[in-house]
């Protein structure tokens, strides 16, 4: 049985749209917006008079290096004389914002909301990443110098060493998110390489590879979401949000086990319980876990419960998370492949999975039948996880 929790109006995606992933994108952060904007109502068959509310995802303002980033994409999101509302969590704005849209109409409040998520990174000078330099603790962490890629390097090592995982293994999820993207028509970074085409890239911050990561993209996505009646209007094949989870986990990394993201696994329990499942390892066909780094996605799949702990890297060996495998993941190519837009990223997942569970993913099809999906989020200091829980 689904769980009412939150629950009046049971909740569906209509639409979605995605922009090409690109780096130094000649149109502005508003006409990213209104492109995928207008491709998610145009595949609902509505326009923007049909639409109620608007809720808009874009990461920290700095990364677009404006202020008032929600003010500013307002009208390119078509929020002119209409509610808007901006959310963000950092790399976990993705996620975040269709959970956002989620509330509006499970509680009455809207009955067709327009999602947009949107990032224009790359152009900013100096590099967007350079903004966390001032988020550490000025005491006990500032001293050291450190950056994202360096905590990022300490938690894939610790994930090396407690599950016993070599960076060659760890570097077939980059292989396999990388090829799935070579479906993709809006991919950025897709390839086809090899291991040790990974092992052999520039060293960032040992173990961490340049492979390894997801790049700097420019990019939004956008969904159409609506109550339960106005979607049974509109298709006849709609998408249903059976769950949504999110959480924030104590902020200092350095008081937590980083070989397991419990900020993600508490979100997903959430997520869950809500959708009425128990055994996700069982019960979920397809999942699109957040893969800024290839190691990000064997510990999230681990967090969403779809394998045990230290447990991923052996089954991604095995081909058991291919698209042709027993439970597919990143079948999109992920971050990994597609692309990096911070606050997008989250929402293209999403996306994603409509078109998995509409059966209208084209090369990206998962070969098995699919029913139930999940995606995640995660940003912050590595603390914020946001899940969502998709079924057809």
């Known amino acids: 049985m689904r769980s009412n929790i939150f629950m009046k109006d049971r909740v569906a995606i209509v639409g979605a749209g995605l922009t090409t992933f690109m780096r130094r994108a000649l149109e502005t952060p508003r006409e990213?917006?209104?492109?995928?904007?207008?491709?998610?109502?145009?595949?609902?068959?509505?326009?923007?008079?049909?639409?109620?509310?608007?809720?808009i995802g874009s990461a920290p303002d700095t990364f677009d290096g404006m202020h008032f980033k929600g003010e500013y994409l307002a009208d390119g999101s078509g929020a002119i004389n209409k509610p808007?509302?901006?959310?963000?969590?950092?790399?976990?704005?993705?996620?975040?914002?269709?959970?956002s849209a989620y509330w509006h109409i499970a509680s009455g409040v809207c009955k067709k909301v327009l999602v947009i998520a949107e990032e224009?990174?790359?152009?900013?000078?100096?590099?967007?990443?350079?903004v966390f330099k001032y988020i550490w603790d000025p005491i006990i962490e500032r001293p050291l110098g450190p950056n994202l890629i360096w905590i990022f390097a300490m938690e894939m090592r610790r994930y090396m060493a407690?599950?016993?995982?070599?960076?060659?293994?760890?570097?077939?999820?980059?292989?396999?998110?990388?090829?799935?993207?070579?479906?993709?028509?809006?991919?950025?970074?897709a390839a086809n390489i090899t291991v040790d085409d990974v092992l052999k890239s520039e060293t960032l911050v040992w173990p961490v590879n340049l492979l390894d990561v997801s790049p700097v993209t420019d990019g939004a996505a956008a969904l159409v979401m609506t109550s339960e009646n106005v979607a049974r209007?509109?298709?006849?094949?709609?998408?249903?949000?059976?769950?949504?989870?999110?959480?924030?986990?104590?902020?200092?990394?350095?008081?937590?086990?980083?070989a397991f993201p419990r900020y993600l696994n508490h979100a997903a329990r959430m997520a869950y319980k809500m959708a009425g499942i128990e055994r996700p390892?069982?019960?979920i066909d397809v999942a699109e876990p957040y893969d800024p780094f290839d190691y990000k996605e064997l510990h999230h799949i681990e967090g969403l419960m779809l394998a045990r702990p230290c447990e991923a890297w052996k089954l991604v060996k095995e081909g058991y998370f291919n698209r042709d495998g027993e439970l597919p993941?990143?079948?999109?190519?992920?971050?990994?492949?597609?692309?990096?837009?911070?606050?997008?990223?989250?929402?293209?997942?999403?996306?994603?999975?409509?078109?998995?569970?509409?059966?209208?993913?084209?090369?990206?099809?998962v070969k098995k039948p699919v029913h139930k999906a999940v995606a995640n989020a995660w940003g912050d200091l590595m603390q914020a996880g946001?899940?969502?829980?998709?079924s057809n």
Not at 164 to 183: C, P, Q, T, Y
Not at 386 to 390: A, E, F, G, R
């Open 32 to 55: 990213l917006a209104w492109e995928a904007a207008k491709m998610a109502l145009d595949s609902a068959g509505l326009t923007l008079k049909d639409i109620d509310c608007v809720v």
């Open 84 to 99: 808007m509302t901006r959310v963000y969590v950092g790399g976990g704005t993705g996620v975040f914002v269709p959970e």
């Open 120 to 130: 224009k990174m790359s152009p900013a000078h100096p590099h967007p990443q350079y």
């Open 162 to 189: 407690k599950c016993g995982a070599k960076k060659e293994d760890i570097a077939l999820v980059s292989v396999k998110n990388k090829r799935n993207a070579l479906d993709h028509p809006a991919a950025l970074t």
């Open 233 to 258: 209007e509109i298709t006849d094949t709609p998408v249903w949000v059976d769950g949504i989870g999110f959480t924030l986990e104590n902020q200092h990394w350095y008081n937590r086990e980083l």
């Open 281 to 283: 390892w069982k019960e």
């Open 329 to 365: 993941t990143s079948p999109s190519g992920g971050l990994l492949g597609v692309g990096n837009p911070i606050a997008a990223a989250g929402t293209m997942k999403v996306a994603e999975l409509f078109w998995q569970l509409r059966y209208e993913a084209g090369k990206r099809q």
């Open 386 to 390: 946001t899940v969502i829980v998709l």
